[in-house]
């Protein structure tokens, strides 16, 4: 069940683009559902305790699909599900009917699957799988941002780094605790002795800490928050009010049962807390931009929340979940109607706001019950969750001191919480103005300018949020039992809640009627304090402070990386062949005496193999033309090749071929743009070349040395010889490791071939590569007039090369058994693509133009898919499954095996049709030369020059 509604989220994700494509903006309603769906799906999956599934993933390092769903992953679940497809709905008003301008598919790609993320996050058992999916919503909000527009790039650049910084140290802490506590579960780490050390708990204590405050804008990285404002409401009111931020609140909370009570843990927690608090509401009060007043507004009330968890106890822990519930109704709320305020005057500054009249009435209401919600106003639903943090902050444990000042501290910011609350209920009513006491100076307007009501569809999902804090409110018990559940599991104490609207006359229900009374001062008086407000501040930006950073951090990485990322081979060679050097003389300082030779590791033809290759070695640096060097460092690989088939390694052997004639192909492209010879080199670089390939090539001696022939089959090799068949049906070992025992790393390099035939594409089509340069041909030879000559090369090859590709797919379907597979089959496709270019008319032919980014995109996505399917019979990724067809087995390994195919067809097919196409500068037929019997000829200094094209470069 657990599983379903992880697989219902990401469907949503699969179905956004096409939905997207197909309806537009309107694709919101129906992705919505997907997400209600999985809530349901939780809803009747829980039964009040905790329930577990289990998935495997990557069992080789002990990564599992562990999902939990107790009382706290539930009420998470719900804000990220349930508020989430509101949100999707809202957007499908929101998002402008313009296809081109809004992009309404990347948009929903990217809201689904930061759904998504957050759905995995709240609800694994696993801390590796929790850290992947934390930094899934990390990259999911920058691309979010990121999409307003080029105003919108530093601040999504700035909110990754400080975001993705924190994920370096939740990291830090999930190694931390999975080396110590010798598991990746997290019920298990959470049950683990290792916190009765108290210098691991600390440092575990810090590292959490600073991934949370990160993530959730606590001082002192809490500048990100605001100036992510730049993104559009939807994003505003999903990733930044309701699912982003609270990711950090829910690390906390899961790691309270063994960090309460810790004194660094308060400490951090109850100053970071209490100063981001009061700074955000300090802030807010200052704001025209009622959206950035929500966003600083979000920071203090975020602030509230870690406060309360750093007291730590269960009174504290139930009112952190309860405001969490509330404040992610009343703030998604706010931000989606900011955004219809938006939407329909055109503005969110409270000054122009002032200068309009606004005839908003349904809008105006839920925005003032709302942020009435925010303030904390009997009887909505905000004013149960600051009772509850009233009372905690007056129970604190610690010194007497400690209870009055963090008491004070919620006190105080919850003054100037009503304070912006009502700043922002008279701004988007459009009364915002100078008290009546009087204030230097009064805006002024024609009022002429009108701002009418929304329709319905547009207002209505964030009134229904508003109605249910009026609703949970008049109802606060309805929660009793979620939020018990949730408390238990934040404090590992039983907890029972009784959430009411009144308890009596009590120290918080006073405390919280003098909050109100002085916050209302500060709305009536808001002249003066606006005036007193804009004088306060700090000397410096944050923003400014995370901009020297970075490019502190930026001018860091060119330092380190000038020697390294140098385009001279003899530069950036060197690194690794000095580590390589390091390594062996450290192997040979420190161990002592090696195992015997087991066998004869060496044969005499393999010594004349040897002298083959380094027969190509010595010619290619002799060579002195480009194209020599091409022939002869193809011998090298020839001869490598030659040595695979001898040791019987028939599949790697194939792929080496494959590989060295591909690359053939596709050098051509690029050798006809660069010079035909070689520039002459100085003597000192020379020297350099020759002391670092000596210096490689003695290291790598040393190692072969030490390490061949020494062992016996290795326990692993045994496991894949004596179980490929049994567990894979399969005979072809190599096929079988690819594509059934390490069928997740496989697909990480076919993403990894698709990310490179991207990055290909990229470049080339927006750079437009260097013309090929001239070269010297003979009026009179055969060259000269390639076409007419190589009519044979292209009728055969039109034929051979569909023949080839036929051959590819038997490769393919037979590769489970015998020599072949994905990879070996796309390589021998890519040869018959080939032999098509060659015997093509023209660079630009029908039978040419092969969809190189569709085969990359459909090649991941088959494998992606049919990876995924296994976690649904329980075999984890690509687990297979299939049937036996006159023989063989047909299953989901073959599909996956096709995805490969598929992929690097497309990459083959990228560097041919980007390399090869003739450019307008390009254009050129032979250039005539003078008669080579005329006098002219013996006075020309060069023969005739032709520009080959690219086909007839390749064919020479």
């Known amino acids: 069940m657990l599983l379903l509604s992880l697989l219902l989220a990401i469907a949503a994700v699969g179905a956004s683009w096409p939905f997207a494509r197909l309806l537009g903006r309107d694709a919101g309603w129906v992705l919505a559902l997907p997400l209600l769906a999985a809530a349901g799906v939780l809803v009747s999956a829980w039964t009040g305790g905790v329930r577990t599934e289990t998935h495997p993933w990557i069992p080789a390092i002990g990564v599992d699909l562990d999902l939990r769903l107790d009382g706290l992953a539930l009420v998470f679940a719900m804000i990220v599900l349930v508020i989430g497809a509101g949100i999707l709905a809202y957007s499908s008003r929101y998002l402008g009917a313009d296809r081109a301008s809004s992009r309404p598919h990347t948009f929903y790609l990217l809201m689904t699957a930061f759904a998504a993320s957050m759905l995995l996050l709240v609800l694994t058992d696993n801390v590796v799988v929790l850290f992947v999916a934390w930094e899934f919503t990390s990259f999911a909000s920058f691309f979010l941002i990121g999409r307003s527009g080029d105003h919108a790039r530093d601040p999504a650049i700035r909110t990754l780094l400080v975001t993705v910084g924190g994920g370096l140290a939740l990291l830090a802490a999930v190694a931390l605790m999975g080396v110590r506590a010798g598991t990746t579960s997290l019920t298990g780490v959470l049950a683990s002795d290792i916190w009765a050390d108290p210098a691991f708990t600390t440092t575990v204590a810090v590292l959490l800490a600073a991934a949370a405050f990160t993530k959730s804008a606590q001082f002192p990285f809490q500048a990100w928050l605001p100036d992510s404002m730049v993104a559009i409401s939807p994003v505003s009111a999903y990733l930044h009010a309701a699912a982003m931020v609270k990711a950090g609140i829910f690390l906390l909370l899961v790691f309270s049962p063994v960090l309460a009570g810790t004194p660094t843990w308060s400490a951090l927690l109850i100053g970071s807390g209490l100063i981001t608090a009061l700074l955000g509401a300090v802030s807010a009060i200052r704001r025209h931009d009622l959206k950035g007043l929500l966003a600083y507004s979000t920071m203090s009330q975020l602030g509230l929340l870690v406060t309360a968890i750093g007291i730590g106890t269960p009174v504290a822990l139930t009112a952190a979940i309860v405001h969490t519930v509330a404040h992610a109704l009343f703030k998604s709320?706010?931000?989606?109607?900011?955004?219809?305020?938006?939407?329909?005057?055109?503005?969110?500054?409270?000054?122009?706001?002032?200068?309009?009249?606004?005839?908003?009435?349904?809008?105006?209401?839920?925005?003032?019950?709302?942020?009435?919600?925010?303030?904390?106003?009997?009887?909505?639903?905000?004013?149960?969750?600051?009772?509850?943090?009233?009372?905690?902050?007056?129970?604190?444990?610690?010194?007497?001191?400690?209870?009055?000042?963090?008491?004070?501290?919620?006190?105080?910011?919850?003054?100037?919480?009503?304070?912006?609350?009502?700043?922002?209920?008279?701004?988007?009513?459009?009364?915002?103005?100078?008290?009546?006491?009087?204030?230097?100076?009064?805006?002024?307007?024609?009022?002429?300018?009108?701002?009418?009501?929304?329709?319905?569809?547009?207002?209505?999902?964030?009134?229904?949020?508003?109605?249910?804090?009026?609703?949970?409110?008049?109802?606060?018990?309805?929660?009793?039992?979620?939020?018990?559940?949730?408390?238990?599991?934040?404090?590992?104490?039983?907890?029972?809640?009784?959430?009411?609207?009144?308890?009596?006359?009590?120290?918080?229900?006073?405390?919280?009627?003098?909050?109100?009374?002085?916050?209302?001062?500060?709305?009536?008086?808001?002249?003066?304090?606006?005036?007193?407000?804009?004088?306060?501040?700090?000397?410096?930006?944050?923003?400014?402070?995370?901009?020297?950073?970075?490019?502190?951090?930026?001018?860091?990485?060119?330092?380190?990386?000038?020697?390294?990322?140098?385009?001279?081979?003899?530069?950036?060679?060197?690194?690794?062949?000095?580590?390589?050097?390091?390594?062996?003389?450290?192997?040979?300082?420190?161990?002592?005496?090696?195992?015997?030779?087991?066998?004869?590791?060496?044969?005499?033809?393999?010594?004349?193999?040897?002298?083959?290759?380094?027969?190509?070695?010595?010619?290619?640096?002799?060579?002195?033309?480009?194209?020599?060097?091409?022939?002869?460092?193809?011998?090298?690989?020839?001869?490598?090749?030659?040595?695979?088939?001898?040791?019987?390694?028939?599949?790697?052997?194939?792929?080496?071929?494959?590989?060295?004639?591909?690359?053939?192909?596709?050098?051509?492209?690029?050798?006809?743009?660069?010079?035909?010879?070689?520039?002459?080199?100085?003597?000192?670089?020379?020297?350099?070349?020759?002391?670092?390939?000596?210096?490689?090539?003695?290291?790598?001696?040393?190692?072969?040395?030490?390490?061949?022939?020494?062992?016996?089959?290795?326990?692993?090799?045994?496991?894949?010889?004596?179980?490929?068949?049994?567990?894979?049906?399969?005979?072809?070992?190599v096929n079988v490791i690819l594509v059934d025992f390490r069928a997740l790393d496989t697909w990480g390099e076919m993403t990894v071939l698709g990310a490179t035939g991207l990055t290909v594409a990229a470049l080339l089509l927006n750079r437009r590569p260097t013309p090929p340069q001239p070269s010297a041909v003979d009026m009179r030879s055969p060259l000269a007039h390639v076409r007419e000559n190589l009519v044979h090369i292209r009728v055969f090859g039109r034929i051979f090369g569909v023949l080839i590709i036929l051959l590819s797919l038997v490769l393919l379907l037979r590769g489970h058994y015998e020599p072949g597979g994905g990879f070996i089959a796309a390589l021998v496709a890519g040869a018959g693509y080939a032999m098509l270019y060659l015997a093509a008319d023209s660079d630009t032919a029908r039978q040419l133009r092969w969809p190189y980014l569709a085969l990359i995109g459909s090649g991941i996505a088959l494998g992606t898919v049919t990876g995924l399917a296994g976690y649904l019979t329980g075999k984890g990724f690509l687990g297979a499954a299939g049937v036996k067809v006159f023989g063989y087995g047909l299953s989901t390994t073959l599909a996956f095996d096709l995805g490969v195919y598929l992929a690097v067809i497309g990459l083959i097919v990228a560097a041919f049709s980007l390399l090869g196409p003739e450019h307008p500068a390009d254009e050129g037929g032979p250039v005539p030369g003078p008669d080579p019997d005329s006098p002219a000829a013996s006075e020309a200094e060069a023969p005739a020059r032709t520009t080959p094209t690219a086909r007839e470069e390749a064919t020479r």
């Not at 902050?393 to 963090?406: K, Y």
């Not at 790697?652 to 004639?661: G, I, K, N, R, S």
Request: hydrophobic share 55%; with cysteine.
């Open 333 to 733: 709320a706010l931000f989606m109607l900011i955004g219809v305020v938006d939407h329909e005057a055109g503005t969110r500054d409270l000054r122009e706001l002032a200068a309009r009249r606004v005839h908003m009435p349904v809008t105006g209401t839920a925005i003032a019950v709302a942020a009435l919600s925010m303030a904390g106003i009997p009887p909505l639903f905000g004013f149960v969750s600051k009772e509850g943090l009233l009372d905690a902050a007056l129970h604190t444990p610690g010194p007497a001191w400690l209870p009055v000042l963090v008491t004070a501290g919620i006190a105080v910011t919850s003054v100037f919480t009503v304070a912006y609350s009502g700043r922002l209920v008279l701004g988007a009513l459009g009364v915002w103005g100078p008290s009546p006491a009087g204030a230097a100076h009064r805006w002024t307007a024609d009022r002429g300018d009108e701002v009418h009501e929304a329709p319905p569809t547009f207002w209505g999902v964030p009134v229904l949020a508003a109605a249910a804090a009026v609703a949970l409110g008049l109802m606060p018990g309805l929660l009793d039992t979620p939020v018990s559940h949730a408390a238990q599991a934040a404090s590992g104490e039983e907890v029972h809640a009784h959430l009411a609207l009144w308890h009596g006359v009590t120290t918080a229900l006073l405390v919280s009627a003098a909050v109100i009374a002085l916050g209302v001062l500060l709305v009536l008086l808001r002249g003066p304090v606006e005036r007193m407000a804009s004088h306060a501040g700090l000397p410096f930006s944050a923003l400014d402070v995370v901009d020297e950073a970075r490019h502190r951090l930026i001018g860091i990485g060119a330092v380190v990386s000038r020697a390294s990322g140098s385009l001279a081979p003899r530069t950036h060679l060197l690194i690794p062949a000095l580590v390589l050097a390091v390594l062996a003389a450290v192997g040979v300082a420190t161990v002592g005496d090696l195992p015997a030779v087991v066998g004869q590791p060496s044969r005499w033809h393999d010594w004349v193999l040897v002298a083959l290759v380094g027969a190509g070695v010595v010619a290619t640096i002799r060579a002195k033309t480009r194209i020599a060097a091409m022939v002869v460092v193809g011998v090298v690989g020839f001869g490598v090749t030659l040595w695979f088939f001898t040791l019987g390694a028939v599949d790697v052997a194939l792929t080496q071929l494959l590989v060295e004639v591909l690359t053939v192909c596709v050098m051509v492209l690029l050798l006809r743009r660069l010079p035909a010879r070689f520039s002459t080199e100085p003597a000192p670089r020379k020297t350099q070349a020759v002391l670092t390939a000596t210096l490689a090539g003695v290291a790598a001696t040393v190692g072969v040395l030490a390490f061949t022939g020494r062992t016996s089959m290795s326990e692993i090799a045994h496991y894949y010889l004596t179980h490929s068949y049994k567990e894979a049906g399969g005979t072809n070992v």
